[in-house]
């Protein structure tokens, strides 16, 4: 594989080490950024996050990393909340989001244990992301909110009611799992992203 300009989001509100070790582990060396030009200019995006909604949306506006991620080019991979603050509006913090999804993020009934944390089977798995992955696969997740299956969903999951598990529109990727901690599998999807 040609080497790559990868370039992870640093906004404060990242698990930005652990998708960094991910990719080493990958043969891939990322740099970790918030400036507007080295963002612009790489060629594959990682957007993760970690947290509160209206928190991490208020970082992302004092760096004016709101107005930037949306004019984006390249692929851009969303994970955990850098999925949920893609959508149009989260009920977290009754925070407006990024809008690249025209879907909402909603809280999970307290029907079961809230957050939702550990391993959880993905399917109805669709897109360049998930090539080569099987049905089925485990996935490991940690989040007190979800996007509902829509028409952008490329996986899906249940934990009390079944819910995207991924999306895609045009170049904007997203992973409500966290890819840097589902073993071979997040691998194997970290470098199909990385093959885009």
Known sequence: MEKQNIVIIDYEAGNVQSVKYALERLGVNAEISNCEKTIRQADKVIFPGVGEAAWAMKKL???GLDQLIPQLKQPVLGICLGMQLMCAHSEEGNTKGLG????????FPAEDKVPHMGW??????????FEGIETES??????SYYVPLNEYATAETHYIKSFSAS???D???ACQFHPEKSGDIGQAILNNFIKL
Do not use: D, M
């Open 171 to 173: 170049n904007f990727y």
């Open 138 to 143: 485990y996935a490991y997740f940690v989040h």
């Open 120 to 129: 959880n089977q993905i399917r109805q798995l669709k897109g360049k992301l």
């Open 61 to 63: 506006k004092e760096t």
């Open 100 to 107: 690249l999804f025209p879907v909402n993020t909603l809280k």
């Open 167 to 169: 999306l895609q529109k």
